[in-house]
Each structure stands twice: as C-alpha cells, then as structure tokens.
C-alpha cells in the first residue's frame, strides 16, 4: 500500500532546509508526498521556538491533530525542530500531547529513519533532544525546482539576549568549504537558478575552521566557479548577515561579484545604544550606520533589510524615539518589525522593566507606518527601470499573472502569456507599491 507523508514547516529558512531533508529521507523509505495531513501516514510539524506566537500556533495545531488520530491511530504524529529542545515543550507535550509519537530536536536530522522506525513501534512517545548529528550527505528533496537553500553553517554563538537559537540549535559549526563546493555544483548541474547560503550569522562562517577562509573567500570561490561553468549562472544569495561580523572585504565582494546578489539583510534590533548593549549585539548605532553608509558607497543600487524588536525589556519612549530616527536615517527597503517575546531560559526574560503588551503594539504599528511609507518612496524610484527579475510564481487565480524578484530580492508581479516559471526576464517597472512593484516585459533572457 501507498505510504504518505506530510510536512507542516513553521518558521526561518534553515525549517524549510530541514524538511527538505526529512522529505529527502521519506522518499527514500519509499513514502510518497499526500496532497493534505488528512491522508498522511506520517505527520510531521517543523517547529519554531523564536517567539511565543509560533509556539502557541503549534500548540493549538496538536490540538486539531489530536481529533485526527483518534481516527487514524495508526498514522505516525512527530514534532520536530526548535520547539522540541524547550524543557517547558517537552513537559507540555508529556502532559497534554501523549498521542506524539516522535519529538525531536533540529539536530538530528542524520538519525531520522532510526527515529521513525522506533516511534512506530513505541508505547510511549519516543524523545531524542541530542545536539550532535552529522550533517553532510543527507538525502534531500527539494521543495523548489530552480531555488535552493544551502547552510554554511548551523547553530549560533552569539547569544543575543531574548534569543533562544543558540539553546535550540546549538553551538556554531561551519560547514567544510568542500561540501559547501560540491553541492553548490550538483545544484548548478541540475539546472538551479538560485542559491541561498544560509547560517545564523554567515559573517561568522569559517572562524571555527582549521583551514584558513571566511564568508568573502567562499562567496568570491563560489561565483567565480560558478560564472566559469556557465553563460546562465544561478544567482547566490545568502543569509542573514550579523552586523557585528559584516567585513569590508564581503562587501567588497559582494560589489565586485558577478553574481552575487545585491541585498544585505542586516538586523538593527534597536536604534538606542543601550538597548543593544542588554541585548548583547556587539555594536553601537555608529557603527552601524557606518556599515550602511560604506554598503551603500561600494554597492550602489542595493538593498537593505532589517529586523527590529520593540519593547525589550526597559525600552522607554526615548530609546524608541532612537529607533525611529534610525529607521529615518537609514530608510530600509524593508523592515521585519516583532513584538519582543520573552523566552524561559534567555537573559532578557529575567531582565526588570518588562514592557505591556498594549505599549509594543502602538509601537509596531508606528514603526510600520513609517516603514511603509519609506518602502513605498524607495519603490517610486525604481518605476521607469528594468529589473533583472527571476520569476518564481504563478497566481492561482489568474494564469497570465507571475511574480519574481529582483536581485534586490524585491517582488515584483507583471503579465506574460507564456509559462515562464523559473526563467530570468528583464521587466520595466511601472507602478509602485509598499512592499512590492508592478511591472511589464521588456526582453526574455
Ligand atoms: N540569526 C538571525 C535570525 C534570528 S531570529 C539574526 O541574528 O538576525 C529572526 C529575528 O527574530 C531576529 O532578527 C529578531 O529580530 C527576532 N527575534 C529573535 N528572538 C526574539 C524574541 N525573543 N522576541 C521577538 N523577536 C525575536
Ligand atoms: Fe539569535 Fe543573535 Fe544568534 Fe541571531 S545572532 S540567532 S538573534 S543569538
């Protein structure tokens, strides 16, 4: 009989990297994907730990999956990912959740077909909460025909005050460049037309390898192998870039790469020095709106986003006032703006002058406003250019419409008659939007 299985992944890019892989292993057990969790044989939610709000849209997703076993108890129900390295979601899941039968942590991705194969045959619910596991030839199916995700590097040494990745995904461990090599290569053989080099911190990759190379020398390999294999080579994109760690020399060539796309996600966190000082970033406003000031000189034409928390833990008007004027001053193409979240176990959760809730929200919705209105100036500027964009989408409700980004990682949605998913095409733009463009073709290239 068929055996199927489904994925829910919540959660950063390294989740959708992961069910990749844990896809990559099913299929190689001889599963085959199910269209929905209804029909599936094995169900597993790929979790994330970064704020209560994901937290608790699992939680109330266990409580719907818990109907569906009742029905079929004999489908396999695993809970993977950060999520499961939280002591507090291990007692919750012993307490409420007992029908789970697999809870894992993000780590243990070599271990999976074991781990499955036991939790099939357990009474009780079967745990595997180990930091180490192997990470390198795993089996992978990826989601995207022409897009793919790579990590450089796994887990994270930074410990940024309000952050639980370093408890849930371990300690920083860069990948050999070797194998960072051959699969970039496998990936341009099979025809892909993005890379995306992922890590906690990619400006950090390489500092805990014998061998002597850091995130520019392996961006610099990587584009000049890959323009040297082909007319069409894929795009490298890579993410998320610590300001503490951006070096001039990345910039440098990121500017010069022929390749390389020109977009740096580069997360303030907050405008106001000691906010960034309790949250442990490793760098002052100065600095980092040197660091812009120097991205922008060397690369023209390029993007910045950012990440930024509201209501940490003593954030009073003034040090709110700081990020507003920061955000003014540095005008982001885009801004990914959170409440502040406190995490059992992190430093900041202890820290006095906890913010209301009602106080982060006014806040947000400030930020937003004014980041909308930035975002929308900064897309005005580009009506009347042509962009290089890949197309990526195909609207569901209308088949002429797609949708594809810029190397700026800008949406951008126009019409074309013909399927051209996956292709790169040169469109002109022609309307302005906050968070995206509207444009129509200019060349097929
Ligand atoms: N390693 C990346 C991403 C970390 S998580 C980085 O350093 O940027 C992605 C974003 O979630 C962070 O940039 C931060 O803005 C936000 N975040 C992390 N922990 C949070 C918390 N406890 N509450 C609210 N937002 C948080
Ligand atoms: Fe979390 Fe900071 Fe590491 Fe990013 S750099 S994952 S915010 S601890």
Redesign the pocket.
């Known amino acids: 009989m068929l055996k199927r299985y489904y994925i829910a992944t919540y959660g950063?890019q390294m989740n959708v990297y992961d069910s990749e892989v844990l896809a990559g292993h099913l299929e190689s057990m001889g599963y085959h994907a199910a269209s929905s969790e209804d029909e599936a044989d094995v169900l597993i939610i790929n979790t994330c730990a970064?704020?209560k709000k994901a937290e608790e849209k699992v939680f109330s997703r266990l409580g719907t999956i818990r109907e569906l076993k009742k029905s079929r108890p004999q489908m396999i129900v695993a809970l993977w990912g950060c999520m499961a390295q939280r002591e507090t979601v291990v007692q919750r899941i012993k307490r409420r959740f007992k029908f789970v039968d697999l809870v894992s942590g993000p780590n243990a991705l070599e271990r999976f077909p074991a781990l499955l194969e036991k939790a099939a045959t357990a009474k009780e619910t079967v745990f595997d909460l180990d930091h180490a596991g192997g990470k390198e030839s795993l089996p992978i199916k990826r989601a995207e025909g022409f897009k793919a995700w790579i990590p450089i590097s796994h887990g994270?040494n930074?410990y940024?005050s309000?952050?639980?990745?370093p408890y849930v995904r371990g300690p920083e461990i860069s990948r050999l460049p070797e194998n960072i090599i051959n699969e970039v290569d496998e990936l341009a053989n099979c025809g892909f037309k993005e890379i995306t080099l992922l890590g906690?911190?990619v400006n950090s990759y390489g500092k805990d390898l014998k061998q002597k190379i850091d995130f520019a020398d392996l961006l610099l390999h990587l584009d000049h192998r890959l323009i040297n294999r082909s007319d069409n080579p894929p795009r490298i994109r890579f993410m998320?870039s610590?300001p503490k760690d951006l070096s001039e020399k990345s910039v440098r060539v990121i500017a010069e790469g022929r390749n390389i796309c020109e977009h740096i996600h580069l997360?303030i966190?907050s405008g106001s020095d000691e906010l960034l000082k309790k949250m442990n970033r490793g760098y002052t406003r100065d600095y980092y709106l040197g660091l812009v000031d120097m991205i922008r000189e060397a690369i023209p034409g390029s993007s910045i986003t950012t990440?930024?928390?509201v209501g940490f833990p003593g954030e009073n008007e003034e040090d709110f006032a700081l990020t507003i004027d920061l955000m003014a001053k540095v005008r982001f193409d885009a801004a990914?703006i959170?409440?502040?979240?406190?995490?059992q176990g992190?430093r900041a959760a202890g820290m006095p002058g906890q913010v209301a809730a009602k106080i982060k929200k006014k806040r947000i919705v400030q930020l937003n406003e004014l980041q909308n209105r930035i975002g929308l100036e900064k897309n005005q500027g580009l009506v009347g250019s042509i962009q290089e964009v890949l197309v990526e989408g195909q609207s569901k409700t209308n088949k002429n419409m797609f949708t594809g980004r810029t190397r700026t990682n800008k949406i951008v949605h126009f019409p074309s008659a013909a399927d051209c998913l996956g292709e790169f095409i040169d469109i002109r733009i022609e309307e302005a939007r906050g968070w995206n463009l509207i444009g129509a073709i200019d060349r097929r290239n």
């Open positions: 950063c970064v704020r994270c930074n940024c309000y952050c639980v990745v906690q911190n998320t610590h997360p966190q990440d930024l928390i990914f959170f409440a502040y979240s406190p995490r992190t």
